[in-house]
């Protein structure tokens, strides 16, 4: 994967960022995505943001090999902090963390937002309390999907402000925009899941130390929700 090459988990996040958008790529790594659209003349701008040295340096090479310093910033800064309010954002996209991870970057970030962002979101894992911090904030989720690259299934969350809803913990779950769709790959990734989790349910009944009865009644939710959705 390069600036010109993403891989397809980045290419479907790249399809749910509008044309002539004003980009915030926080967690950047190399600045793959934000490098690509400009590229293509996808978006209008676009800011790389990234705590670390390492990925902030190879961002910035990224930007400066590609001549692109007149419609991209790199800045290394913590989480949403890299936004400044002169940048006029649109979109704001985290990518390949965990989803407890992006949602702790989004509350603790909530400051720099101006409250009109499109959130473009593929957590690795962790969609649950993702979705449900959404909800919490008044963001409603507009677009989701699953793929499968790589021996992984990824997800991947759309969300906008002002379009506030309330899922089901059912919802939270599945996510409301896969639940109602059922796409193959999504049902591929549920019937995968279900054997993990009957198979770690076994493992608990031959443990040598008791597990606690609120976890074993959680997987047996678990289970239950997901027979149900794949009957």
Not at 131 to 140: A, I, K, S
Not at 213 to 218: A, H, P
Request: one cysteine or more; hydrophobic letters at 45%; glycine letters at 8%.
């Amino acid at each position: 994967m390069n600036q010109n090459t993403l891989s397809m988990r980045l290419e479907r996040v790249a399809a749910h960022i509008p044309a002539g958008a004003r980009l915030a790529d926080i967690g950047s790594d190399h600045g793959y995505l934000p490098v690509a659209l400009l590229l293509r003349g996808a978006i209008a701008s676009a800011l790389a943001g990234e705590v670390a040295l390492t990925p902030y340096h190879a961002a910035m090479r990224s930007v400066r090999d590609n001549g692109l310093e007149q419609q991209a910033t790199v800045r290394l800064a913590n989480g949403l902090a890299a936004i400044e309010p002169g940048d006029d954002i649109t979109v704001v996209s985290l990518c390949g963390m965990g989803g407890e991870t992006i949602r702790d970057i989004l509350d603790a970030g909530k400051a720099y937002l101006s409250g009109h962002e499109r959130l473009v979101l593929q957590p690795n894992g962790g969609e649950q309390p993702l979705r449900q911090w959404l909800m919490d904030n008044g963001y409603g989720i507009v677009c989701e999907e699953v793929l499968r690259e790589n021996r992984f299934d990824y997800e991947i969350i759309v969300a906008e402000p002002g379009q506030a809803a309330v899922y089901s913990p059912e919802q939270l779950y599945f996510g409301p925009c896969l639940l109602a769709a059922r796409s193959p790959a999504f049902l591929f990734k549920w019937q995968r899941m279900l054997r993990q989790k009957q198979q770690t349910l076994a493992n608990f009944g031959r443990a040598r130390e008791a597990v606690a009865q609120e976890k074993i009644e959680d997987f047996q939710r678990q289970i239950e929700w997901i027979s149900a959705v794949l009957a």
